[in-house]
């Protein structure tokens, strides 16, 4: 099973600076099935990256992912209020899902 | 708009059952596998099972293989979790997650997510 790591575990920032989130998975994943998920507290998840880099519907220009092999990027390039939240990466394959233990954007 | 809701979480001893079940609604439900994901409160997120758009394929984590059983109802566009002999590790939310891409066995995202119920396993 490929077990996803992400760093840093928290990541402390100001509205209007840029993040950087790592995931880093065991053995090399299929970029096609390496995704992000935004999940704020008491909500469900909600997908932002999958493919690797391709946006999912509505999400804004802002976030933009990276990466392939065994390192992939999540990177917001100007932090919004709403942007504070917990961020997992996911891969897939074969036939399963894994999710990385997460990274918190907060208010420094 | 999609729309998934679940249902069908309680407290449960050790060793009991229960049936979680997710309604859908919104898209063409039998186009898309289903899948659930637990979330211990504060902690991440662990994909539990995943069922094809026809049923007729599914994959469990090793973690709760052999204990839960996950089944669709395409006339009643429903997705369930039959989950038997509980331990207290299964306590969480439990999401129900549709696939992003029609047909196939998975796109390999969820790109639309339940509110969750949760399941508490405790003596």
């Known amino acids: 099973e490929t077990v996803l790591t992400q760093s840093p575990g928290t990541l402390s920032l100001s509205p209007g600076e840029r993040a950087t989130l790592s995931c880093r998975a065991s053995?090399?994943?299929?970029?096609?099935?390496l995704a992000w998920y935004q999940q704020k507290p008491g909500q469900a998840p909600r997908l932002l990256i999958y493919?690797?880099?391709t946006r999912a519907t509505g999400i804004p220009g802002r976030f933009s992912g990276s990466g392939s092999g065994t390192d992939f990027t999540l990177t917001i390039s100007r932090l919004e209020p709403e942007d504070f939240a917990v961020y997992f990466c996911q891969q897939y394959g074969p036939s399963v899902f894994t999710f990385g233990p997460g990274t918190k954007v907060d208010f420094k | 708009e999609v729309q998934l809701v679940e249902s069908g979480g309680a407290v449960v001893q050790p060793g009991g059952s229960l049936r979680l079940s997710c309604a859908a609604s919104g898209f063409t439900f039998d186009d898309y596998a289903m899948n659930w994901v637990r979330q211990v409160p504060g902690k991440g997120l662990q994909w539990v099972a995943l069922i094809s758009w026809e049923g007729d394929g599914t994959s469990y984590a090793d973690s709760v293989k052999g204990r839960f059983t996950i089944s669709r109802d395409n006339s009643k566009n429903s997705v369930y979790l039959q989950m038997n002999d509980l331990r207290t590790e299964d306590t969480a939310v439990y999401y129900c997650?549709?696939?992003?891409?029609?047909?196939?066995?998975?796109?390999?995202?969820?790109?639309?997510w339940g509110q969750g119920t949760l399941v508490t396993v405790s003596s």
């Open positions: 493919g690797a880099f």
């Open positions: 997650g549709k696939d992003m891409s029609g047909g196939g066995y998975s796109s390999g995202c969820l790109d639309s």
């Open positions: 053995q090399s994943v299929t970029s096609s099935y």
